[in-house]
């Protein structure tokens, strides 16, 4: 069974930065398209970013342009997700999942096959 390792989250102020981590853990697996997603308390889970691996290509949800960027590590299954310019509605559990492919698009929860257990970001005003 294929698990997503997450790092990186933490408590940080307003206008700061934390760069994300997302590791899968078997080398024989290789997905098609990595996402972010994340839960604030009482809320939905919400698409944050993907990237699909093969050509690098990235998605945004529109709350997130321009401030956080999605990344990968050469040809290994890790991506990144550096954040800029937190703000206090970022706040929430973010979560790393996993996509064999063949969806229509990779901004929906069930476009994904794998998830991580989730890494707390607080941001302060």
């Known amino acids: 069974q294929l698990q997503l390792v997450e790092s990186g989250g933490g408590l940080v102020q307003a206008g700061g930065s934390l760069r994300l981590s997302c590791a899968a853990s078997e080398r024989s697996f290789s997905p098609v398209v990595m996402g972010w997603f994340r839960q604030a308390p009482g809320k939905e889970r919400e698409f944050v970013s993907s990237?699909?691996?093969?050509?690098?290509?990235?998605n945004y949800a529109d709350s997130v342009k321009g401030r956080f960027t999605v990344s990968r590590e050469g040809a290994k299954n890790t991506v990144y997700l550096q954040m800029n310019d937190l703000k206090p509605e970022d706040t929430a559990v973010y979560y790393c999942?996993?996509?064999?492919?063949?969806?229509?698009?990779?901004?929906?929860?069930?476009?994904?096959?794998?998830w991580g257990q989730g890494t707390q970001v607080t941001v302060s005003s």
């Open positions: 999942a996993a996509s064999r492919g063949g969806r229509s698009g990779y901004n929906r929860r069930g476009s994904y096959d794998y």
């Open positions: 990237i699909r691996l093969s050509i690098s290509s990235t």
